[in-house]
């Protein structure tokens, strides 16, 4: 069966009939209109001349192949030298993002991709949390919920500009963040820590600092995942996530920080795998496919006029209904202008080819998105392209996080439930300690410290695979104990399938054993979604991360030489 729809759709610089069919067989009808409308823009005069004379060396395919931006690796099993050499040689592609690999190498691939490519090429990289995110070697710089416990602008620009200055470092024009997803389902998948957190004034707030930063110092900020990727169940890696929700809803909360970042001058966005069947009835069909979400929400109602990027196209969100080639054609009939992750460029440069050729779209269309991504390489300064300095790559990419990685902790560390037990006044009458390690291993930062200080400390370590007799010796012990302090360390990110965020049974067992106890303080190292766990705590000290700067901190509050000033950004108990 064949389901049809007919529309008269409005996106200039174009009018367009389109009549489609869920078996792919595609009939539009562009008409192209010049009301009070130009292709070329308003430019300064040289970077006009300079977008003018890339375009027109250009023959039709070439033009094609500036929509692509492929994945290159510069290590690891997916290295791929060979296969990009071949694609800028032959399809003179338009970017890359760079995945997983090293510092060193990817700034040698980086200098030869581009002496091979006559347009240079526009790099993109995933550095939510800095350059780290991807290298080896390269240290993580805070992410984004930790920086959403300080609540700190200031802070947050500092970071965004550290970020900035490792991406020019290695010749990355664009970084795929912030991240602007509200945070508001506490099970996602996907989003989770990598948002600021689940109130939209402070996503947006923090968003836009993080997008300034980024911008101000050269480096094109990327919004994502429009229209809102906060509250689904699925990961869009493996499935299509769909939301119930209806426009005057999306419009309440998930478009809110998009529409702050557009109006303060966002250069990019990129769109998600969702389907959302209030905004596009379509079955199965991911808001990267949609034209009326593309088009007709983001550039038209919304006004958006920065470049548009897909989501990985090799995404299960995608791919499970849609076959590669045809993928990247309805992201191109959509309205996006860069095509990412791309699987197989020849065959989706010949079915681009195949609806111009067909009149079924105008060459001006065409133009229109090359000539977008034309002027942001300008802007990019690659105009005048400077080849990557490959000496020290990654002691200079690794200057001045330690420091920023200490500040943001100390400004981040939580406190939730009654004021904390004084221990140096149980340390004055002799009283007894006890640590508890839940998942730490032999022995952690925190756990050092603690020792440090508190003399005669009894430890138990909870590891995964613990027996479960070792519940009631930690029972009979902390009993005894005038304090006990429960460290639970290297959490997954997300909270997988029993929401435990990688614990085991026994682990967690533990955990809420400890909870009703008057006398124990829970220091959380992560993911503060574990909270749900043991909400009847009587004390929690909460960080972001679980490094040694989130612990030292940790251990400064415990013994009072430092106070708790972070703020929860979600809630994983009731009535926080």
Known sequence: MIYKRERIYNFPPLIFTFSFSLNMKYKLIFILTLFSFSLKSNAHPEKQKWVDSIYTSLNEEQRIGQLFMVAAYSGGPKANREYIEKLLKNRQIGGLIFMQGTAEEQARLTNRYQEISPVKLMIGMDAEWGLGMRLTGVKNLPRQMSIGATGDTRLMYEVGTLVARQCKRLGVHVNFAPVVDVNNNPANPVINFRSFGESKYQVAELGTVYMKALQDNGIMACAKHFPGHGDVSVDSHHD????????????????????????????????AHLSIPDLDTTLNLPATLSYPIVSELLQEDMGFKGLIFTDALDMKGVTKYFPDGETDLRAFLAGNDVLLFTQNVPLAIQKIQSVIHSGVVSEQFLEHKVRKILAAKYDAGLWEYTPVDELNVTKDLNKDTDEMLLEVARASVTLTGHPLIVIDKIVER???????????GSSTVLQEKLKEQLPGLATFTVSTGSPATLLSRINTATDKSDAVIVGIHNLNFYPGKNGAYGLDSIQLAAIKGLASKDNVIFVLLGNPYLQK????ANATIITYEDNSFTEETAAEVLSGKRSATGRLPVTPCSGQ
């Open 240 to 271: 299509l996530p769909v939301i119930n929700k209806s426009k005057r809803e999306m419009e309440e909360l998930e478009l809110f920080p998009f529409r702050r970042l557009i109006s303060n001058g966002l250069k990019s966005i990129m769109i």
């Open 430 to 440: 002799k009283g007894k300690f006890a640590y508890v390690n839940i998942n730490g």
């Open 533 to 536: 766990h043991f909400c009847s």
